[in-house]
């Protein structure tokens, strides 16, 4: 039988206490931490921090720093960090593809299993994978034609020659491009997290490919636009508030760890100006690997810290989910064994008399 959204979350609820804390299980919990950074299942904090380098008189001597840098070797570096990033993401784009089954099967069978999960689930996570390059390529093709068709108009009309004689129509088409822009990065995001709450069951159940998967789903929706309209509303609502939560928990973390983080750096740089050290490649590459360690090192603290959320979001969807799709019920709700029948006493009938002589 479906649930509505808002009925969904008093199971899935239920099902993340159990899972961490009946019993709780500490390596349990580092698994979990692990798989959802790796599945992208972190959810934001909402936290910015602003930097102003006019502010910040560290900046100042860095950028000196660097003036005794070659420009060609600088260049260099900047060429080999971007290729170096791209061939990055697309392998954490892979690994993430195949993260978000190991993620799935872990909630749903209440038990992480990395290795298992990672040699199983190969094949759907490559399907996974191809169909998030493409969603990637079509969210940056759209991007381009959105925002590069309404400059090249306002090039082209000379509005961007003389913005000031032509003031009104700048804001006027910039309100316009924001709103057309905001509703379909919207739209972008509802099929992302559609695709990943609802066709990856169905990619991890049946084996089938995530266009297939979304044929189904959209058959699924069009029967039901209320229900699955409801579990989109009340998943911003309860992501809204998980951010809040765990994004105050983050700033703290942060502030702990920062604080003597940035002591430690301030006396490795006094120590390092006291020996006369510049910036060379030696030097830059150093401190990126450093930044990149701790980098890693608060993402995974910040996943220690979200493990409910990163259990719950996914339990949440099944549960929706489970009462539409029944193959994800029937394991999500197992029919009962059938009752042992209490053995027969059969009693023989009694021997003949033996014949006499």
Not at 3 to 22: M, W
């Amino acid at each position: 039988m479906p649930i509505s959204a808002v009925d969904a979350i008093s199971p899935a609820i239920e099902h993340t206490k159990r899972q961490l804390f009946q019993p709780f299980r500490f390596g349990q919990w580092i698994r979990l931490a692990f798989v959802g950074l790796l599945a992208g299942e972190l959810s934001s904090g909402g936290c910015s921090f602003h930097f102003n380098p006019s502010k910040h008189p560290h900046t100042q001597h860095f950028a000196s720093g660097l003036a005794g840098v070659d420009p060609a070797l600088f260049g260099g570096l900047i060429a080999l960090a971007v290729g170096a990033a791209l061939v990055l993401g697309i392998v954490l784009m892979y690994v993430s593809s195949v993260m978000r089954f190991v993620l799935f099967d872990s909630v749903l069978a209440k038990e992480c299993r990395i290795g298992r999960g990672w040699t199983a689930r190969q094949e759907p996570g490559w399907r996974y994978f191809l169909w998030k390059l493409l969603y990637t390529l079509v969210t940056l093709a759209a991007l381009t034609v959105l925002i590069g068709i309404p400059a090249g108009v306002a090039f082209s009309l000379g509005w961007l020659n003389h913005p000031k004689e032509h003031l009104a129509g700048l804001v006027l088409a910039g309100i316009a491009l924001f709103f057309v822009v905001a509703t379909v990065m919207i739209a972008l995001a509802v099929i992302y997290v559609l695709t990943k709450d609802f066709v990856v069951p169905q990619m991890a159940l049946e084996n089938i490919g995530a266009i297939e998967g979304w044929q189904r789903l959209w058959r699924m929706i069009e029967a039901e636009k209320g229900g699955y309209a409801g579990y989109v509303g009340m998943k911003i609502l309860l992501a809204i508030g998980a951010a809040i939560v765990f994004g105050i928990v983050g700033v703290i973390l942060a502030l702990i760890i920062l604080i003597p983080v940035a002591g430690v750096v301030i006396a490795a740089v006094i120590a390092a100006k006291s020996a006369g050290m510049g910036w060379t490649v030696y030097t830059i590459t150093l401190a990126v690997v450093a930044g990149s360690g701790l980098l890693a090192a608060f993402l995974f603290m910040n996943a220690m810290i979200s493990v409910p959320a990163i259990v719950f979001f996914p339990a949440y969807s099944i549960y929706f989910f489970a009462g539409r799709y029944p193959a994800l019920s029937a394991i999500l709700y197992p029919a009962p064994a059938p009752p042992m029948l209490a053995p027969v006493d059969i009693k023989q009938p009694p021997l003949p008399p033996a014949p006499l002589g």
